[in-house]
C-alpha cells in the first residue's frame, strides 16, 4: 500500500497495490496490520456505513464531538466523488484548513480522516457507492456540522455553475466560528 501526504499531515491517501490481468483486478481494501503501520498506531473500528448518491449531491461537512469523535476510513466503490476533510481542531495550527482529493473506483484510493477532522463529499458521477469505516459508533448527541460553503474554510468544490443538492440538515449547517470548540 502506498501511502501518500496531503496539505493536512495527519490525513492520509491510502493507494492500495491493485493486481490486474485479463480477468479484471484484487486489491486487499483493508489490512489491520498495513493501516496500522501506516498510521504509525493502531486503529479500531467499530462501525460500517455504506452511502449511494447521485450526481450533484453534496454530503457534509459532518464531524462528532468528543467523547464520541470518529476517525474515518473512506473509499468509493462505484462511481467518483470529491472527497474533503477540514481541521476543525481549535487548537490547531491547521485549524479550518481543508483538503481534498478525488477517490473513484477507477484509482481505488481511500482517504483516513482522524478524529478532529468534519468530512464531505461531492458525487462526480451519475451516481456514487461510498464506504466509510469509523473508530466509534454514530452518536446523535455529539454530531455537528459545518456549511459547506463557509467563505473562512474556502473549500473549492469542483461545482462549475451547478448547484449542490444538500439534505435539509447541512443547508441549515452553522459556519466553522459557530460551531461549539472540538479541542
Same mark, same amino acid.
Given at each position: 500500500?502506498?501511502?501518500?501526504? @496531503?496539505?493536512?499531515?495527519? =490525513?492520509? $491517501?491510502?493507494?492500495?497495490?491493485?493486481?490486474?490481468?485479463? !480477468?479484471?483486478?484484487?486489491?486487499?481494501?483493508?489490512?489491520?496490520?498495513?493501516?496500522?503501520?501506516?498510521?504509525? +498506531?493502531?486503529?479500531?473500528?467499530? +462501525?460500517?456505513?455504506?452511502?449511494?448518491? @447521485?450526481?450533484?449531491?453534496? !454530503?457534509g461537512l459532518h464531524f462528532q /464531538?468528543?467523547?464520541? #469523535?470518529?476517525?474515518?476510513?473512506?473509499? =468509493?466503490?462505484?462511481?467518483?466523488?470529491?472527497?474533503?476533510?477540514?481541521?476543525? /481542531?481549535?487548537?490547531?495550527p491547521s485549524f479550518g484548513h481543508?483538503?481534498?482529493?478525488?477517490?473513484?473506483?477507477?484509482?481505488?484510493? +481511500?482517504?483516513? $480522516?482522524?478524529?478532529?477532522?468534519?468530512?464531505?463529499?461531492?458525487?462526480?458521477?451519475?451516481?456514487?457507492?461510498?464506504?466509510?469505516?469509523?473508530?466509534?459508533?454514530?452518536?446523535?448527541?455529539?454530531? #455537528?456540522? $459545518?456549511?459547506?460553503?463557509?467563505?473562512? $474554510?474556502?473549500i473549492r468544490w469542483p461545482l462549475? #455553475?451547478?448547484?449542490? /443538492?444538500?439534505?435539509?440538515?447541512?443547508?441549515?449547517?452553522? @459556519?466553522?466560528?459557530?460551531?461549539?470548540?472540538?479541542?
Amino acid at each position: 500500500m502506498k501511502v501518500i501526504p @496531503t496539505t493536512l499531515s495527519e =490525513v492520509l $491517501i491510502l493507494e492500495p497495490t491493485v493486481f490486474r490481468d485479463e !480477468r479484471g483486478y484484487f486489491l486487499e481494501s483493508f489490512n489491520q496490520h498495513v493501516l496500522d503501520e501506516a498510521l504509525g +498506531q493502531h486503529i479500531e473500528f467499530v +462501525q460500517d456505513n455504506h452511502s449511494r448518491s @447521485t450526481r450533484g449531491v453534496l !454530503r457534509g461537512l459532518h464531524f462528532q /464531538r468528543a467523547p464520541r #469523535a470518529q476517525g474515518k476510513l473512506v473509499r =468509493v466503490s462505484q462511481g467518483r466523488v470529491f472527497d474533503v476533510a477540514v481541521d476543525v /481542531r481549535r487548537s490547531s495550527p491547521s485549524f479550518g484548513h481543508w483538503t481534498g482529493v478525488e477517490l473513484s473506483e477507477e484509482n481505488h484510493r +481511500q482517504l483516513w $480522516i482522524p478524529p478532529g477532522f468534519a468530512h464531505g463529499f461531492l458525487v462526480l458521477s451519475d451516481s456514487a457507492d461510498f464506504l466509510y469505516k469509523l473508530t466509534d459508533f454514530y452518536t446523535p448527541a455529539f454530531e #455537528a456540522s $459545518i456549511r459547506w460553503d463557509d467563505p473562512a $474554510i474556502g473549500i473549492r468544490w469542483p461545482l462549475g #455553475a451547478s448547484i449542490p /443538492r444538500l439534505s435539509s440538515k447541512d443547508s441549515a449547517a452553522p @459556519t466553522l466560528a459557530e460551531v461549539p470548540a472540538f479541542d
